[in-house]
Each structure stands twice: as C-alpha cells, then as structure tokens.
C-alpha cells in the first residue's frame, strides 16, 4: 500500500487562500475513528510549545497515526511544510443539550505578517449533525485583521458556514478565520480534536504546482462571500493577491489590479 503524502493541487490552495479554509471529507478510516473517540475522551497529554512535529508525537501513538494519513499529511505539507512547530493541541468536548455557543473570534492576536501563517487542524471522529453544534466559521475573513473576540459581537452573517458532515472529517483552517463553536442541541456528546501549527520554512511553492496555469485558480481567487462590504470587501481581494504573490513567488500576480494601483512609484521626470 502506498502511503505517500498526497499534496494539494494549485486549485485546493487557491480555495485555501480565498476562504481560510479547506475540508477533506471521511479521509480517516472507520477504525481510527472508532479508536479516537475513546482517545479523545480520555484526553490527549499536552506537548510543550514549539516541538518539532516529528518529536511531538511517538509513531505508535493515536495522533502521529491520524497525521500520517496520506491526505492528511499531504494536505498539511502543502500549506506549512515539513517539520512544522506543534504550537498546541486541544479536545473540545460538548456534553449532549449542554453549554453555549462560543463568540465569534480569531485564535490569534492581530497577526501584521504579510508572508506567514499558522494552520489549524480541526478533526472530528464521528458525523456532526447541525443539531450537534459542529463549528461554524465564515468564509474569507482570515485575512482581515482583528483581535481575537473583536468579532464576538457579531451573531450571524451572511454565508457563514456551519460544519455539518461525515465521521473521520479534517478541516484545515487559517488561523485568523473568525470561528466559533455552537451549542450542542443533540443527545450525542460531540468530539472535535484540534492541533495548531507554526510553519518553520518559507510557505512558497510547497504543494502540487502541475496545474498552477489551470484557469480554475484564478476563479477561485476570485470568489466573493455574501458578507463583504461593497467597498471595503475590496481590501479582501487586496490581501488574497498579496498572499498568493508570496506563495507562489510571483510578483505580478494581481486580481482585477488591486495591488498594482497603489504599488506603482512615479519616477522624477527627466528632460
């Protein structure tokens, strides 16, 4: 069996950049699941922060085995590279017909590097129900800088997204997406296994470039959100062209010439 990493194409990292987030359905085994739901209401023990990847987890262990998964671990080359930093892990638990929605927020302070970012890893062991209160999360608000619960006074918008789907889901995120766990109305207790990690090489270049020219990854590039503001969702697009000029290492690149109107410098005139 071929256990090689299976990398994201170029039209998976363009959705990436234009949404903050990515979902890979049903990719761990019924097995594994099985055996992460006792694991996780047990408790994961804590890695200290800023373990190398390959030190965090021993091979045998629960966590190193759903990370070793091809897509998985495909998936998380491609947006962070090798040998990323564990920044931290966390079980999220919520009791059937228990607890309150968390506000909407960011799980960073405002974060000013254009060049970087830390990737969330959200996985769920079994089915979320939209009764059970699976995370929601709105699309294409990574890039727009708050502080953490800043958005907390916001209840809805607008093509926000509430996670419903199928056991064994892993859900990669930005880490400045304003997200939020909803309430569990259901009878089931509902499970959510999280890892955050700090990429520790330059995020350029590091997927499956075969289809970098697919027209597809412009139209995803592209994608407008319910939500954004006639005029200042504009900023969202500013910031997705910057973002991937750094990934891709192109400096021209550009969405309808929004960085290129306000990156020309006049030149003194010469007679």
Same mark, same amino acid.
């Given at each position: 069996m071929d256990n090689k990493p299976i990398l994201l194409n170029s039209v998976q990292m363009a959705r990436f950049v234009a949404r903050g987030s990515l979902r890979l359905d049903a990719v761990v085994p019924a097995d594994l699941n099985a055996e992460g739901l006792g694991i996780l209401a047990q408790g994961v023990p804590p890695v200290r922060y800023g373990t190398p990847l390959s030190q965090a987890y021993t091979p045998d262990? &629960?966590?190193?085995? %759903?990370?070793?998964? !091809? @897509?998985?671990e495909g998936a998380l080359r491609s947006l962070v590279g090798p040998e990323p930093l564990v920044d931290h892990h966390a079980v999220h638990i919520r009791e059937p017909r228990c607890g309150d929605a968390q506000p909407l927020h960011a799980d960073a302070i405002i974060?000013?590097?254009?060049?970087? &970012?830390?990737?969330? %890893?959200?996985?769920? !062991? @079994?089915?979320?129900?939209?009764?059970?209160?699976?995370?929601?999360s709105v699309p294409g608000s990574h890039l727009r800088r708050t502080n953490e619960t800043d958005t907390g006074r916001y209840q809805n918008l607008r093509g926000q997204d509430r996670l419903v789907c199928p056991a064994g889901t892993v859900v990669f995120l930005h880490h400045g997406i304003w997200h939020g766990g909803r309430r569990n109305d259901s009878d089931t207790t509902r499970y959510m296994f999280k890892i955050r990690f700090n990429p520790t090489v330059r995020q350029r270049l590091l997927w499956d470039t075969s289809d970098l020219n697919d027209p597809r990854v412009r139209s995803e590039l592209g994608i407008a959100f319910p939500w954004y503001e006639q005029a200042t969702?504009?900023?969202?697009?500013?910031?997705?062209?910057?973002?991937?000029?750094?990934?891709t290492g192109d400096p021209d690149f550009d969405l309808d010439h929004w960085v290129t109107r306000v990156s020309n410098r006049p030149q003194e005139a010469t007679s």
């Open positions: 262990s &629960f966590t190193a085995r %759903l990370l070793a998964i !091809p @897509q998985v974060d000013v590097r254009p060049d970087a &970012f830390d990737v969330q %890893l959200m996985y769920y !062991p @079994q089915a979320v129900t939209l009764e059970m209160g699976g995370t929601l969702g504009r900023l969202e697009f500013y910031n997705r062209a910057l973002l991937w000029r750094e990934l």
